[in-house]
């Protein structure tokens, strides 16, 4: 059981409304102490050696948290240039960021490997002729030599995905990269994100060995993310320990040494962070109290628009107050603007805090601009001190790359 992982995040109220006083509310509060302890509880959990984590980026951009994960000797996973380009501003060296993404064109393709990116899982046999093509016509400039992968694409394990290359594609991907004076040397399985059944993952290795086995330079096995957080007290959740017990089992029944890579993202960052919101309106429709808050799926579309859960909890009441069937929702009238539906709340006021808890991962990356709520700022909890590390954006940010 992770119990780590399954410990909430709660603030005591004088907190929460010193720092909603200070930075305004709605506010995304991130804890480094409980980030370091997850980091290092995955970690730990992987004996195999030699391995090596990566933080994949596409959960949370921001840069104060990537220097985290970069102190903790953790690489980077990027899914976009984009990715890669805050990495390289968070102080990554370009060795310790593997690209593994999809759809790149000739000039975004140029300016990854101008950034010196060495480690490469591509997508698609167009993909992998087009990054050898820029990489020889790249090459007098960009002395690293390549370390490319395949993203894997077997229907048996990876069910209807687009993402990845047929095993049977796989003689035409080693021949492409010779022609390039270049080696295949990894093998990329992604279980696709938020998977909580540890077994989804631990059935599948003996495959995905047995098909790496078929690239004649075999070096690295990148096992990808997609471990699931346990959202709910009561759900299942990812087993970290069985899951590196296994792997590393396997891993060291290969008669060659084969590099481990990681990508986790999710669950590595989601329970590090609340997001926290004033009530602005409150109303009974029949039993049920119906909740507005200053904040909106703008802000965190995660359940409503993808609809993952996340607890919300009441730091106004005390736990012994009655609760009530509540829907909290957001400040705009867009019918999926729900933070949380049916959620059992106690008896809200005008003014009370509400914490939406384990926001870390998918949050604030995927807020938007959508219905032209600026974003909220970000602060970062370090012991007993706090710290801006986004500014809350005002309305100027509407109008920023418009022209007119
Ligand atoms: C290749 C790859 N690795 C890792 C991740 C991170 O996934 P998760 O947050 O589920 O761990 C993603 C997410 O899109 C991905 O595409």
């Known amino acids: 059981m992770n119990s780590q992982l399954q410990t909430r995040n709660y603030f005591p109220l004088e907190q929460a409304q010193q720092l909603l006083a200070i930075y305004g509310s709605p506010l995304y509060i991130y804890d480094r102490d409980r980030l370091r302890q997850t980091i290092y509880y995955i970690t730990q959990a992987i004996s195999y050696s030699p391995t090596q984590f990566h933080f994949a980026s596409v959960t949370n951009g921001n840069i104060t948290l990537l220097q985290i994960f970069r102190e903790a000797g953790w690489?980077?996973?990027?899914?976009?240039?984009g990715d890669i380009y805050l990495g390289l501003c968070a102080g990554f060296q370009p060795q310790q960021i593997v690209y593994s993404g999809s759809n790149l064109n000739r000039a975004e393709m140029e300016q990854v490997l101008h950034w010196g990116i060495t480690t490469l899982n591509l997508d698609s046999l167009s993909q992998l002729q087009l990054c050898c093509e820029v990489y020889q016509s790249l090459s007098s400039s960009h002395t690293l030599p390549l370390q490319l992968g395949l993203r894997l694409n077997q229907p048996e394990i990876n069910g209807d995905s687009r993402i990845g290359v047929r095993p049977e594609e796989f003689p035409q991907a080693i021949a492409l990269t010779q022609q390039a004076k270049l080696k295949l040397k990894g093998l990329h399985f992604y279980r696709g994100t938020g998977t909580n059944a540890t077994k989804a993952f631990t059935q599948v290795i003996d495959t995905i060995?047995?098909?790496?086995?078929?690239?004649?330079?075999w070096e690295y096995l990148d096992f990808g993310g997609g471990f699931g957080y346990p959202y709910r007290y009561d759900g299942a959740t990812f087993d970290w320990h069985l899951f590196g017990k296994e792997l590393t089992e396997h891993l060291q029944h290969l008669n060659q040494p084969i590099k481990l890579i990681i990508?986790?993202?999710?669950?590595?960052?989601?329970?590090?962070?609340?997001?926290?919101?004033?009530?602005?309106?409150?109303?009974?429709?029949?039993?049920?109290?119906?909740?507005?808050?200053?904040?909106?799926?703008?802000?965190?579309?995660?359940?409503?628009?993808?609809?993952?859960?996340?607890?919300i909890v009441s730091l106004s009441s005390s736990n012994t107050n009655p609760c009530f069937l509540t829907?909290?929702?957001?400040?705009?009238?867009?019918?999926?603007?729900?933070?949380?539906?049916?959620c059992q709340l106690p008896e809200l006021a005008i003014g009370d805090i509400l914490a939406i808890l384990d926001v870390g991962a998918y949050g604030y990356a995927m807020s938007s601009h959508f219905l032209h709520r600026p974003r909220p700022a970000e602060v970062l909890l370090e012991s007993k001190e706090h710290r801006l590390i986004r500014k809350r954006e005002d309305y100027s940010v509407l109008l920023s790359s418009q022209v007119f």
Do not use: F, M
């Open 327 to 342: 829907d909290v929702c957001g400040n705009t009238t867009y019918s999926r603007d729900y933070l949380g539906r049916n």
């Open 263 to 311: 990508e986790p993202g999710r669950a590595a960052i989601a329970g590090c962070a609340t997001l926290l919101t004033r009530v602005v309106s409150v109303k009974w429709q029949d039993s049920k109290q119906i909740v507005g808050v200053d904040t909106t799926v703008a802000n965190l579309s995660v359940p409503a628009v993808h609809g993952g859960y996340r607890e």
């Open 75 to 81: 690489g980077l996973h990027a899914n976009t240039p």
């Open 209 to 217: 060995l047995n098909t790496a086995q078929q690239l004649p330079d």
